[in-house]
């Protein structure tokens, strides 16, 4: 099932018993390998790096490229494997409805865990330093309060449901921010795509 929540951002579902199972998995498995997200400092002259901004953006993250070195038939490699897929699924049904060319992933898959009081600023997620043509959230659980995927150019509000996968355009007008979680966890986990 699709939502179109306006030219360019669709909302696709996974079945729940799934994301509730990936909810479990990254509640038991995830604390050792979480991190304060970073944003990208500098400029083209200088080169770009990360950069550590807890007013730009407050949540804790870990890349799964850092499991790799995990035994195959651990229960977050085999998760990530899983959630991977779908994602790609819905990036795939979203670049065809579209008729927008073949994409490939820009890295693994970014696991996000925002706590009550945390959020991340307004932001484009294509940039110089990271070039990218689709953006997707997948949603794990939704038993917090605030937290909604906000676009400012479209006056959209949105509070993810458990399971949603949000497939958007990575494009400046397509501004988005992750309100402050005012009461419990929000899970997620982001990937970006590029033009091959």
């Known amino acids: ?12 579902s996974m079945d729940i018993d799934k994301s509730k199972k990936y909810y479990e998995t990254l509640k038991d498995y995830s604390e050792p390998f979480l ?13 770009y790096h990360s950069v550590i901004d807890v007013h730009i953006r407050n ?5 799964t490229e850092r499991l ?11 998760m990530i494997a899983d959630a991977q897929e779908e994602m790609d699924n819905f990036v795939n049904l979203f670049r065809l409805e579209y008729q927008a060319a073949a994409v ?10 925002y706590e009550q009081g945390e959020f991340f600023k307004y932001h484009n997620d294509d940039s110089a330093a990271h070039p990218r043509t689709f953006s997707a959230i997948m949603y794990f659980n939704d038993d917090y309060e605030g937290g909604e995927l906000e676009f400012k150019y479209f006056n959209i509000k949105y509070s993810p449901k ?30 970006w795509y590029k033009y091959i």
């Not at 991190?35 to 080169?47: D, Y």
């Not at 490939?104 to 865990?113: P, Y």
């Not at 397509?174 to 979680?181: D, F, K, L, P, T």
């Open 162 to 191: 458990i399971g949603d996968c949000v497939v958007f355009s990575a494009a400046f007008p397509y501004m988005h921010r992750v309100n402050e979680i005012t009461k419990g966890t929000r899970y997620a986990a982001v990937n």
């Open 104 to 113: 490939s992933r820009n890295h693994d898959l970014i696991f996000m865990r």
């Open 59 to 63: 949540c804790k993250i870990f890349s």
């Open 1 to 12: 099932m699709v939502t179109v929540l306006a030219p360019g951002i669709n909302v696709y």
């Open 35 to 47: 991190t304060l997200g970073s944003i990208v400092g500098g400029n083209p002259e200088e080169g």
């Open 68 to 78: 790799n070195a995990c035994h195959e038939s651990d229960p977050l490699r085999i």
